[in-house]
């Protein structure tokens, strides 16, 4: 079975410093991996994805993972924080194709606050 | 990106009536939607998902006579909260997806049952 791990449910920088969010990954085959953003009382957006091509891969706003297969990690990282980038963070991998459909499972979230 | 329309973003019922939520994709044909709780602080939970013209998946856990989903068309689906109760009251989102592609949100309803 696949899934993911956010290491951190809380989150905490100052404007203008790096952005580490952590995720760890289980998969028994070669994962599609995505990192989401979440403002509050909206839908989700989604940041960048992983799929079996570069291992680092640049999103948007800024953002960038690394799929690093040795560590079953999947880090998503900002070098300068901004204050519009306070929300929460969702790792998320899909699923192996079985029953017709295959899904996507979230991790728990990271709680991402930017202060001044 | 594609866009998901969903609708209402809140709503406001009393314990024991029915809900409607639609999930609209504007742009492509969402052969398959899926649809999500959320509960405060916490992460997204799958409830089911739908294939166009089939009938739903639900997720273990989840009663398919309190949440019913209608999938009738390629760019609608919608979500059944009957009889609700308080413990009912979350965030539910849906996603919308074409073929093997990506999948898109809708902004989310907002259901509070008072």
């Known amino acids: 079975a696949q899934s993911v791990t956010q290491l951190d449910s809380h989150v905490s920088v100052s404007e203008g410093t790096p952005v580490l969010l952590r995720c760890n990954y289980s998969?028994?085959?070669?994962?599609?991996l995505f990192w989401y953003v979440q403002h509050p009382n909206k839908g989700l957006q989604l940041l960048l994805k992983y799929t079996s091509a570069a291992t680092l891969v640049k999103g948007i706003n800024g953002f960038e993972a690394e799929f690093k297969k040795s560590e079953t990690s999947f880090h998503l990282t900002k070098p300068s924080a901004h204050m519009s980038d306070a929300a929460e963070y969702f790792c998320v991998v899909r699923s192996q194709f079985s029953g017709g459909y295959n899904k996507l499972i979230f991790g728990a979230g990271t709680r991402l606050a930017v202060h001044p | 990106g594609a866009v998901v329309s969903q609708h209402p973003s809140r709503v406001i019922c009393k314990s024991g009536t029915s809900v409607k939520i639609e999930c609209r994709s504007l742009?492509?044909?969402?052969?398959?939607m899926f649809w999500y709780r959320q509960f405060p602080k916490q992460s997204l939970m799958l409830m089911a998902t739908s294939n166009e013209g089939s009938k739903a998946t639900y997720e273990q856990g989840v009663e398919k006579d309190k949440f019913l989903i209608n999938h009738a068309s390629l760019t609608l689906s919608t979500l059944t909260v009957t009889s609700a109760h308080p413990e009912d009251s979350s965030f539910y989102i849906c996603?919308?997806?074409?073929?093997?592609?990506?999948?898109?949100f809708g902004q989310g309803t907002r259901l509070t049952v008072v």
């Open positions: 996603s919308a997806r074409e073929g093997t592609g990506e999948a898109f």
């Open positions: 998969s028994s085959y070669s994962p599609s």
């Open positions: 742009d492509f044909q969402a052969t398959t």
